[in-house]
């Protein structure tokens, strides 16, 4: 496909579980972006990666939350110990080589309920 | 703490009755400012790039324009199809983050 995939779409999660969120960014796609957006709200910032490198991680809300992108292309966000608060959907967006120039492309994003 | 603020909230108009949407953000190292449409269920989806005070940018129905301040986003004779919420985001020089507004939810009414 030409756009970001994001799977699965749907998560639901008892509270206390590990979940794991899955994002296909565009092929070639140097920079790729987490975000997490309540209801109502606008995207908030989680982190940012160049490659495989980790750039900025300074969004995660805490240490239960980790991403990884190991070979610079699918990334992966983890959240150990799923909390209520943690409900929201996570977008991932992905872009060609400089965040600061190029247009950010979003996938349909993950809604996670944490009951 | 960098901000970016949007209003109003919420906004109905009718179709064909043309309106602005405000953008307002922390002014101190701003590296550009982004327009984004979101659709229910999906991704934002990207509108434009503003990036010094005095540019525009048009497409379509929609005109984005940016001062020292603050950006603005005019739907000139808006559709139903128009209908979304408009996001703006921020990029400051002290990161490589974009920082949303909470957004601006458009209903075009026929």
């Known amino acids: 496909g030409a756009g970001v995939s994001q799977s699965p779409r749907y998560k639901v999660a008892k509270r206390g579980q590990d979940v794991a969120l899955r994002c296909d960014p565009i092929s070639g796609h140097v920079s790729l972006f987490w975000y997490q957006q309540a209801l109502g709200q606008g995207p908030e910032f989680l982190t940012y990666f160049q490659n495989e490198a980790q750039l900025d991680k300074s969004g995660l809300p805490s240490d239960r939350f980790f991403a990884e992108r190991p070979e610079g292309s699918v990334s992966t966000l983890k959240i150990q110990r799923t909390q209520q608060e943690d409900s929201a959907v996570y977008l991932c967006a992905s872009s060609h080589l400089d965040p600061l120039a190029d247009e950010q492309f979003f996938g349909p994003g993950t809604r996670l309920t944490v009951l | 703490e960098d901000q970016v603020t949007q209003s109003p909230e919420a906004l109905r108009l009718q179709e064909g009755e043309s309106s602005s949407l405000n953008c307002s953000y922390t002014?101190?190292?701003?590296?550009?400012l982004f327009w984004y449409r979101q659709d229910p269920g999906k991704g934002p989806e990207f509108l434009f790039t503003?990036?010094?005070a005095g540019e525009e940018k048009e497409k379509e129905r929609l005109k984005a324009t940016l001062t020292k301040k603050e950006s603005f986003l005019h739907i000139t004779a808006p559709k139903p199809e128009d209908s979304a919420t408009y996001l703006c985001a921020a990029l400051w020089t002290s990161g490589s983050r974009l920082t949303f507004g909470e957004g601006t939810q458009l209903t075009v009414n026929p």
């Open positions: 002014v101190s190292g701003l590296r550009g």
């Open positions: 503003l990036y010094s």
